[in-house]
């Protein structure tokens, strides 16, 4: 069965642009979850997605916002891109039992 | 409290032994704890979880030991190999209608031959 799929896997930005990130998850999984991974701040939680809507939010601002399709398909954007952007963002899919099952991620940097 | 603190950030056993790492939380609302493992270029995956219910998981060379009382949990690893050289992360969720996961820092594990 294939796993959680991010694309694109690598992605260099200038400040001030915006990006957009896709997930694909693990057939029949409905819930997808959003990572930052630095090595300053570790792995934060972003936002998740349940049946195309928003179940819960990290503390981010506003600039990062996601979506989730009626397939369990989501993307991510930031916009107004800054330098501390710059990160490792994991997407995540997980079934009822609480199993997640993360993507090998999106290299975001900017410049 | 939302937080899970993770030690050592680092650590070096030679092939063989059996690295422990400890994670604390606060929250007594956590009712899954897993353990990820991390490879450089790659996700974390999971490899082993615990609730609870128990005071220990095993599941191949991976156990988890839980301290209720103490919010205290740890992961051993034994026999490690040097392929076992990767960061663990520990990490809690509280269920209540989101799998969202609190992470630790990471343990950063060299298993020299």
């Known amino acids: 069965k294939a796993g959680v799929t991010q694309t694109p896997r690598y992605l260099i930005k200038t400040r001030g642009q915006q990006v957009t990130l896709s997930c694909s998850p693990i057939s029949g999984h409905r819930s997808v979850s959003w990572y930052q991974q630095t090595p300053g701040q570790g792995l934060q939680f972003l936002f998740e997605?349940?049946?195309?809507?928003?179940?819960n939010k990290g503390n981010f601002p506003g600039r990062f916002s996601g979506r989730q399709f009626s397939n369990s398909r989501s993307e991510m954007n930031v916009s107004t891109l800054e330098l501390g952007d710059s990160a490792l963002y994991l997407c995540?899919?997980?079934?009822?039992?609480?199993?997640?099952?993360f993507g090998s991620g999106t290299r975001l940097t900017v410049v | 409290q939302q937080q899970v603190k993770q030690s050592p950030q680092s650590l070096i056993v030679q092939k063989g032994g059996i690295p422990i790492i400890n994670c604390a939380y606060e929250n007594t609302a956590f009712d899954y704890f897993p353990w990820y493992q991390q490879f450089p270029g790659k996700g974390p995956a999971l490899l082993i979880a615990?609730?609870?219910?128990?005071s220990e998981k095993k599941e191949g060379r991976f156990t988890i030991s839980f301290n209720k009382s103490a919010k205290q949990f740890s992961l051993h690893i034994m026999d490690s190999q040097p392929g076992d050289s990767a960061t663990y992360f520990c990490a809690a969720s509280s269920g209540a209608g989101s799998y969202q996961l609190t992470f630790g820092k990471g343990t950063k594990l060299s298993v020299i031959p």
């Open positions: 995540a899919s997980s079934s009822r039992d609480y199993g997640y099952t």
């Open positions: 615990i609730r609870p219910d128990v």
């Open positions: 997605y349940f049946s195309e809507t928003q179940r």
